[in-house]
């Protein structure tokens, strides 16, 4: 789980399956041939990467994930999450496979309307601004949106973050890929 960027290498759990086949072209352009990627599993909290903390005491904060879930799902299951009382990080909702978010305790009881294909992969993003939380569904040709107007009070993200698991649980079940934090707010054009 290297950090190519920043150096905030992950680790990951004894049960992590390492070597499946990610994204690839010409279905997902800009990825390589032979790309492989995480596989997390249902229940398994030793499936899924523990990263350092990011430290990056913001409301301006981008994540990104190619994710491709199997059928069956723990209800809040996660992709990513950081948590120190409160929580941020999102996942998918028990609303039937939606994309979902959780700022600071807030967003988690949203109905969004992304709902995340099983058995293909999709991009999902979180773009969190002061005054906003916008998520991004690319799935099946078509990039749909949901937009939150809760504000965000900062996020210190003091302690570790774990991708595929609300800190031990509602672990993921599927395969996650190239996910990344940006310290900024990105634009719907980047």
Same mark, same amino acid.
């Given at each position: 789980a /290297?950090?190519?960027v920043g150096g905030f290498n992950g680790a990951y759990g004894t049960d992590s399956a390492l070597g499946n086949p990610g994204p690839q072209p010409p279905t997902s352009p800009g990825f390589y041939l032979g790309n492989t990627c995480l596989g997390t599993t249902l229940n398994d909290p030793n499936s899924i990467v523990t990263a350092p903390p990011l430290n990056l005491n913001t409301n301006t904060v981008t994540i990104i994930a190619w994710v491709n879930p199997n059928s069956q799902q723990d209800?809040?299951?996660?992709l990513m999450m950081w948590r120190d009382g409160s929580g941020v990080g999102f996942g998918m909702l028990d609303y039937g496979g939606e994309l979902g978010y959780i700022?600071?305790? /807030?967003g988690w009881y949203e109905t969004t309307a992304l709902v995340i294909p099983t058995n293909q992969w999709s991009m999902c993003a979180m773009i969190v601004?002061? =005054?906003a939380t916008t998520l991004y569904l690319g799935a099946n040709g078509a990039?749909?949106?949901y937009v939150s107007p809760n504000s =965000?009070? =900062?996020g210190a993200f003091n302690t570790s973050s774990y991708i595929g698991s609300d800190?031990?649980?509602r672990v993921f079940n599927g395969f996650i890929d190239d996910v990344s934090v940006f310290s900024h707010s990105l634009t719907a054009q980047q």
């Open positions: /290297v950090d190519y209800p809040y299951s996660t700022w600071n305790n /807030v601004t002061s =005054n990039l749909t949106t =965000n009070t =900062n800190t031990g649980s």
